[in-house]
């Protein structure tokens, strides 16, 4: 076990320090929440930079699929 933290009032809960160092999330940051075969999964959904922009104008084709692609991750 990396670490643990309490669910408060309103359900809130604090990323602990270490994983937000090894993840590198910082303020602002969206975290996805997922269950996964029984277990929950969090998983830090990245920021776009204007490189990945330009990556997915300059890719050309179906503006959508590359969306959702990048929204993905792949």
Same mark, same amino acid.
């Given at each position: 076990?990396?670490? /643990?933290? /309490? ?5 809130l809960?604090?990323?602990?320090k /270490? ?7 910082r ?5 996805e ?10 998983r830090? #959904?990245?920021?776009?930079?204007v490189k990945d ?8 084709g ?5 969306k959702? #692609?990048?929204?993905?991750? /792949?």
């Amino acid at each position: 076990m990396l670490s /643990k933290t /309490k669910v408060s009032k309103g359900y809130l809960t604090v990323v602990p320090k /270490k994983v937000r160092e090894a993840s590198e999330i910082r303020e602002g940051d969206l975290l996805e929440w997922s269950i996964e075969e029984g277990k929950i999964v969090i998983r830090p #959904r990245r920021r776009r930079t204007v490189k990945d922009v330009t990556g997915l104008i300059s890719h050309g084709g179906d503006a959508v699929k590359s969306k959702r #692609r990048a929204q993905r991750g /792949k």
